[in-house]
């Protein structure tokens, strides 16, 4: 199984677990069924019980605008820098 | 940090990798790449702390 089509297919797998499908496949790496084991029990588990869930989202939405606004200075400045080399 | 917001967004709001890469600003195929990844490394800090 090549590197790509293992991240493509954790991604499918976690997601089919998210929907309740559970396919046992003996086929898949050691390696790659542990991961899996791990990405289930993180879906399994509810972190967030004994917080404040409303403030957990909107922090986690106040994180991914400020990582939005590093990323465009970051591409301003690279832009910048191409059009006037030091 | 990014990897931080992924796993919130996956695990706790158990979106899919294409609404998780709307939010986030990149492609699809990217979120999967991270995740696995991130997989692999919480599998590597888990092994050294047993």
Redesign the interface.
């Known amino acids: 199984m090549n590197k790509k089509s293992?991240?493509?297919k954790?991604?499918v797998d976690?997601?089919a677990y998210?929907n309740g499908i559970e396919e046992i496949n003996e086929e898949s790496d050691e390696n790659y069924n542990?991961?899996l084991e791990?990405?289930k029990s993180?879906?399994n588990k509810d972190?967030?019980k004994s917080s404040n869930k409303e403030a957990?989202c909107n922090k986690?939405l106040e994180?991914?605008k400020k990582?939005?606004g590093e990323?465009v200075m970051k591409k301003s400045n690279k832009l910048l820098l191409q059009q006037h080399p030091l | 940090m990014r990897e931080r917001n992924i796993v919130a967004l996956k695990f706790g709001g158990n979106l899919k990798n294409k609404e998780i890469a709307g939010i986030i600003d990149i492609t699809e195929s990217n979120v999967g790449v991270i995740l696995y990844r991130i997989m692999k490394k919480l599998k590597t800090e888990m092994e050294r702390e047993v």
């Open positions: 293992i991240e493509d954790f991604s976690i997601d998210f542990e991961l791990i990405g993180l879906a972190f967030s957990v986690a994180n991914i990582y939005k990323s």
